[in-house]
């Protein structure tokens, strides 16, 4: 199996657990507050489905460009901005964006040939380090189960 479709089959399994996740939460858990991340627990699963297309987008910008511009600070404001965007964001709305973000980046990822993934960018979210395009192929589906864990813990019985 190429690595492309290894990396679009994680982020796709990734996805589908968030998904079962979500339409699994009573209105009252998806307005629960996750420590750490102090977003609810909607806000949280709206991000990774946005984050879908925004890594997705960076991704492109490393393969073609080979620097991602955005600077860590851009980055907080833009969640703060969500944050406050979204407060209110829904259950449905968001499966439905998960669905169709999840499926545009996996199909995107597995139009990466060897020779872009073996490339390297400047990545402007950590600082402007230089990351190959690889192993930010791999972290697609790291970023949502990640938010996944705090999501969960959020919710489970003391």
């Not at 511009?69 to 901005?81: G, H, K, Q, Y």
């Not at 406050?84 to 139009?111: H, K």
């Not at 990466?112 to 230089?130: H, I, K, S, V």
Request: proline share 3%.
């Amino acid at each position: 199996m190429a690595r492309a479709d290894q990396y679009a089959d994680a982020l796709e399994a990734a996805n589908e657990e968030l998904i079962s996740f979500a339409d699994s939460c009573s209105e009252q858990q998806w307005r629960t507050l996750v420590p750490g991340e102090n977003w609810s627990v909607g806000v949280l699963v709206h991000h990774c489905a946005v984050g879908h297309e925004v890594a997705a987008s960076w991704l492109r910008e490393m393969v073609e460009s080979g620097v991602v511009a955005v600077t860590p600070e851009d980055l907080d404001a833009t969640n703060a901005s969500h944050a406050a965007q979204f407060a209110d964001i829904d259950i449905a709305e968001t499966v439905t964006l998960l669905r169709r973000n999840g499926e545009s980046a996996a199909s995107y990822l597995r139009t990466l040939t060897d020779e872009q993934l073996d490339r390297e960018g400047e990545f402007g979210p950590a600082g402007g380090g230089m990351f190959r395009v690889d192993r930010f192929a791999g972290a697609f589906a790291r970023h949502p189960l990640t938010h996944l864990g705090h999501a969960r813990d959020a919710l489970a019985e003391p």
